[in-house]
């Protein structure tokens, strides 16, 4: 039996107004897991602190969920995701790609209740936990396009740097 040869970790990004939630997944990118939170530093210093943790976690490329309304329309928090996109680019030469995070929380929120964790805890885990969502559908996406049974990302934006 053989094995695809390893590629680089994808990292998960959950931007909010306060904290930043980060995924990443296995060395194969099959699987996402919920990684770290880090307090909001402003869009320069939060992308210079993710674009440190990918270099020293040995991610490839970064995935930033873009929060959309579900009509599938920008919303205010749009445009920030955006704009920490953006600004990792600047800090890094990593592929960063936008992808669609409807139903991340609620999902995130939804399974730690179901695990029986406390309020306080859920409050200190749920942003890497939807990173780690969002994550997967991307990495679940990407593993059916390259399979060829599916047309590419449903909602994402690709932009390499």
């Known amino acids: 039996m053989s094995y695809p040869d390893p590629v680089a970790r994808v990292m998960g990004v959950d931007v909010g107004s306060a904290r930043v939630g980060i995924a990443l997944s296995d060395e194969m990118g099959l699987t996402a897991r919920p990684f770290r939170t880090i307090p909001r530093r402003g869009t320069r210093g939060t992308a210079r602190t993710l674009a440190e943790l990918a270099a020293a976690e040995g991610a490839g490329r970064i995935v ?93 934006e690709r932009k390499a740097r």
């Open 64 to 156: 930033v969920g873009l929060p959309l309304g579900m009509d599938g329309g920008e919303q205010a928090s749009s445009a920030d995701a955006r704009d920490v996109a953006e600004a990792l680019r600047a800090e890094c030469s990593l592929e960063v790609i936008l992808w669609d995070e409807r139903l991340t929380s609620a999902q995130a929120e939804r399974a730690l209740i179901e695990g029986n964790m406390r309020r306080d805890r859920r409050r200190q885990l749920i942003d890497q936990v939807a990173a780690a969502i969002l994550l997967q559908s991307f990495l679940d996406m990407e593993g059916t396009a390259d399979r060829g049974s599916a047309p590419g990302p449903a909602g994402g």
